[in-house]
Nanobody
Framework: QVQLVESGGGLVQAGGSLSLSCAAS????????MGWFRQVPGKEREFVAA????????SCAASVKGRFTISRDNAKKTVYLQMNNLKPEDTAVYYC?????????????????WGQGTQVTVSS
């Protein structure tokens, strides 16, 4: 199992950038595919991006493609979400997630563990 703690959320103006981090505790970090989801009031939690255990495969939602980049550092047991050219519609609570299947990605990413979430607010 793994515990996840997000950080880096905050307020940013449209067009700006923000970096989120998710620190994981556990004994087999590289055995987990990692990802990010986001949620706003009245909507289902939606997939944002995922990365396989080795970092070899990446996936992201069409709405953030070209703007967000997911990465991981297995030595540091940390996954990142670099968010560029932010838009007001990116405003949400962002959640870090872990999938026990190391090769999971895209819509097949099925989280087994969740972080507590971090608020990202993009002003116009």
């Amino acid at each position: 199992q793994v515990q996840l703690v997000e950080s880096g959320g905050g307020l940013v103006q449209a067009g700006g950038s923000l970096s989120l981090s998710c620190a994981a505790s556990g004994r087999s970090f590289s055995s987990y595919a990692m990802g990010w989801f986001r949620q706003v009031p009245g909507k289902e939690r939606e997939f944002v991006a995922a990365i396989t255990g080795s970092g070899g495969s990446l996936s992201c939602a069409a709405s953030v493609k070209g703007r967000f980049t997911i990465s991981r550092d297995n030595a540091k047991k940390t996954v990142y979400l670099q968010m560029n050219n932010l838009k007001p519609e990116d405003t949400a609570v962002y959640y870090c997630a872990a999938d026990r299947r190391a090769t999971s990605y895209g819509l097949g990413f099925q989280p087994d563990y969740w972080g507590q979430g971090t608020q990202v607010t993009v002003s116009s």
